[in-house]
């Protein structure tokens, strides 16, 4: 056997063949999620799917590009909460249209139908939406217990019609500064599987009758057990290839009981980087006040006890002019 020397010159030659495998792989790999992209957006469209169609009827929309989806997951009967955050952090008419054509930011509520589609909790939504022009709707039936599947629809529908680099999950009972979110997000923009949340690893209750109650518990091991590492399901980012994962797989991806378990669960298998980011879970004033002033702008505020901003009707504007980080932060924001 021929042994060859260890030189500079092949210590260099070596690991230029290195970084050029490497970039090349990373090439495939893009490549690979692009024709899935494709392929499930071909299926989605033979299939009745969330792909588009033009008004003419000539085959499926090209999706928009984006910068990021913001998703706020709302409720037939929260039409008050929506009212709230229009009124607040989310911008409002030709503002919400100059954001997504000037800075990728696409703002939408995310709501399914009634259980009888065509009712009257669908047309209330529908005059809603023909007021503000601020909905996704989804092909989902909506239900507190369905939370799980209504996320893989969103990310499913999401990516269908949005090509962003990443796609946001929030609940419409929660405080965000839009200007930050964009921020924090821009800064994992080259990572291909990001996942950015409120990491946190609560105990799996086998209880029943309990808020929580995990029917499956067994799955996790002996009683008194934790989950896992995962995002909290207030509010959470994932990037556009986790997005798409979702979106080709969702058929064989298993719901538990809880939405944030479900989604740390679809990734805790994959090569994925899981980003504890504190600041997408501040408390609300006096917290989120202090750190302001600090200039430690939060992302997002709510309050752990209430799964949200306890009260949130009457106490998000108090939240706002408090720890808002102001209305013309977002526009100056560089992406």
Known sequence: MTLIPRTSGNCKLFLKIVKTSLSLDKTISSLEMELAVARTAKSANLNGSP???KPDGRGSEVRQKAFVVIGINTAFSSRKRRDSVRETWM???PKLKQLEEKKGIVIRF????????GGILDRA???EDAQHNDFLRLEHVEGYHELSAKTKTYFSTAVAKWDADFYVKVDDDVHVNLGMLATTLSRYRSKPRIYIGCMKSGPVLAQKGVKYHEPEYWKFGEEGNRYFRHATGQIYAISRDLAT???INSPILHRYANEDVSLGAWF???DVEHIDERSMCCGTPPDCEWKAQAGNVCVASF???CSGICKSVERLKEVHRTCSEGDGAVWSTLI
């Open 125 to 127: 939504i529908d005059a």
């Open 91 to 93: 911008p409002q008419g």
């Open 110 to 117: 995310v709501i399914g139908h009634s259980v009888t589609p």
């Open 303 to 305: 309050d752990w006890t």
């Open 268 to 270: 805790i298998g994959l």
């Open 51 to 53: 792909v588009l169609e």
């Open 245 to 247: 994962y979702i979106s």
